[in-house]
């Protein structure tokens, strides 16, 4: 059964501090990773990943995927309050379904 | 350009009663994802529509669940009789046909009380 794993599943820090949350994976037909950052709505996309080594960055967050190992990062650096999110990680299926299966999420508290 | 776009935002209904979700998603995207988030077992995809055609319904927890994309710019979830356990937030997301990210609409928050 395909599946995908987050830790932590939450996690506080202070404002400044680096964080790294974790993504692992079981999926047939992997075809690529997703993170997503929740807040009060809906989810809103973060990065795509579909090679193993190539870091994508955007501002103070970085993220990249090992394939050999099944599993990907999201790194938070000079964290700030308007941080604080669910972030969630998802797997595309490519199989015929091409399902997006998602974790449970990891849920980051910033405080001032 | 506007984003996927349910409706209602929120429900608030009694147990038994029949409730209807809608979605239209993004223009020229040709897939259409319902999800359930619950604090308990987070995003389920329920149904997955391709081209208008229900490809993968595996997720839809049982008969009271029904959903149909009639054309390229609407589907419904509907759930007759309704019961408590099924509050929940239900997410529409669409995705373009170069299969890229999925972009999801803000979630019909339903109460089933």
């Known amino acids: 059964e395909d599946k995908v794993v987050q830790s932590p599943l939450s996690l506080v820090v202070h404002e400044g501090d680096t964080v790294t949350l974790n993504c692992s994976y079981e999926?047939?037909?992997?075809?690529?990773l997703l993170w997503y950052k929740q807040e009060k709505k809906a989810p809103t996309f973060l990065f795509m990943l579909t090679s193993s080594g190539i870091e994508k960055k955007s501002g103070r967050l970085s993220s990249i995927l090992d394939k050999k190992e099944l599993f990907s990062i999201l790194n938070i650096t000079a964290t700030q309050t308007g941080d604080s999110a669910v972030y969630l990680c998802?797997?595309?299926?490519?199989?015929?379904?091409?399902?997006?299966?998602f974790g449970t999420g990891t849920l980051l508290a910033v405080q001032p | 350009d506007a984003g996927v776009i349910q409706s209602p935002r929120h429900e608030v209904t009694e147990m038994g009663q029949e409730v209807t979700l809608r979605c239209k998603p993004i223009s020229g995207h040709n897939s259409l994802f319902w999800y359930r988030q619950t604090m308990m077992r987070g995003l389920e995809l329920l149904i997955y529509?391709?081209?208008?055609?229900?490809?993968?319904d595996s997720g839809m927890p049982e008969d009271r669940f029904s959903a149909k994309m009639p054309n390229a710019s609407f589907s419904t979830l509907k759930i007759q009789p309704s019961e408590p356990r099924d509050s929940a937030v239900y997410f529409c997301?669409?995705?373009?046909?170069?299969?890229?990210?999925?972009?999801f609409g803000e979630g019909s928050w339903l109460t089933v009380v």
């Open positions: 998802a797997v595309f299926n490519g199989g015929a379904t091409n399902k997006l299966i």
């Open positions: 999926v047939t037909n992997f075809r690529s």
């Open positions: 997301a669409s995705q373009g046909v170069l299969g890229n990210t999925i972009y």
């Open positions: 529509f391709n081209n208008n055609v229900p490809i993968d």
